[in-house]
């Protein structure tokens, strides 16, 4: 494990040297079982190496777009988050999908996440900040990352809340239940229905029910926290929970 942490040590500052320069050399003591390591990389080899997962980029920002029903054209600007936004490659890609847009780098890419949380706060609590200084016009509106689906007993997946909706946000909708049935296991889900494997995000049973349908809501607030709430048409039985942000990503 040390070893393979000085390894990728070596590799974190070949790679800042590369977004510098045009070659590095990359030296690394006691690679392996006392061995030391070192050779010289090229920035053309460097982005051949990592060929395979820039070449996702477009389509992620294609994805991205399309998630929030926008054109390339309708973006300003282009905030350059975290450190690998300094290699070049990935600079040229992103101004390869949004031609003529500004790549905002005034600011440290690591102060960006320290910026954008200030402002998150800044919606949760409501003050005035002004972020206009780091290349923001506005304070970004929270919106669902992912889908929040409702399981159905035959293993099938159904959107309740869409990916992108606006929080906080809130949706009922009705289940039907089989004659006689006095419980129901309700499991809800978190992502696209077609994605594989399923990310359960908790499950809730129901149990006493006296008459159908089951009354389901999905509440979502600012802070990306599940309530669940369900009852059966005659009131007797109901449940509720909630599964906080940290919970569902786990």
Do not use: Y
Request: charged fraction near 20%; charge should be negative; aromatic fraction near 2%.
């Amino acid at each position: 494990q040390r070893s393979i942490g000085r390894l990728r040590g070596g590799c974190e500052r070949t790679k800042r040297q590369l977004s510098q320069g045009q070659s590095a050399r990359m030296e690394v003591e006691s690679a392996h079982e006392g061995i030391d390591f070192s050779t010289n990389l090229s920035r053309v080899k460097f982005d051949d190496l990592c060929a395979g997962v820039l070449s996702q980029i477009p389509s992620l920002i294609e994805s991205a777009l399309a998630s929030a029903s926008i054109t390339a054209d309708a973006v300003s600007q282009v905030l350059l988050v975290g450190a690998s936004s300094r290699i070049p490659k990935v600079q040229a890609l992103l101004q390869q999908s949004f031609p003529g847009t500004e790549l905002c780098s005034t600011i440290p890419p690591e102060e960006v996440v320290a910026i954008g949380a200030a402002i998150q706060a800044d919606v949760l609590i409501g003050t005035k900040i002004a972020p206009s200084a780091a290349c923001v016009s506005s304070s970004p509106v929270p919106v669902t990352p992912q889908s929040i689906c409702l399981g159905g007993s035959n293993g099938t997946r159904a959107v309740v809340i869409p990916k992108g909706s606006m929080l906080p946000v809130e949706r009922t909708v009705a289940v039907g239940l089989s004659e006689g049935q006095a419980t129901a296991l309700i499991r809800v889900f978190e992502g696209e229905p077609e994605a594989e494997p399923p990310q359960l995000v908790g499950e809730l049973t129901l149990n006493g029910i006296e008459d159908g349908p089951l009354t389901i809501s999905f509440a979502v607030d600012v802070e990306g926290s599940l309530t669940l709430h369900a009852k059966d048409a005659s009131g007797a039985a109901r449940h509720n929970t909630t599964w906080t942000a940290a919970e569902e990503g786990a």
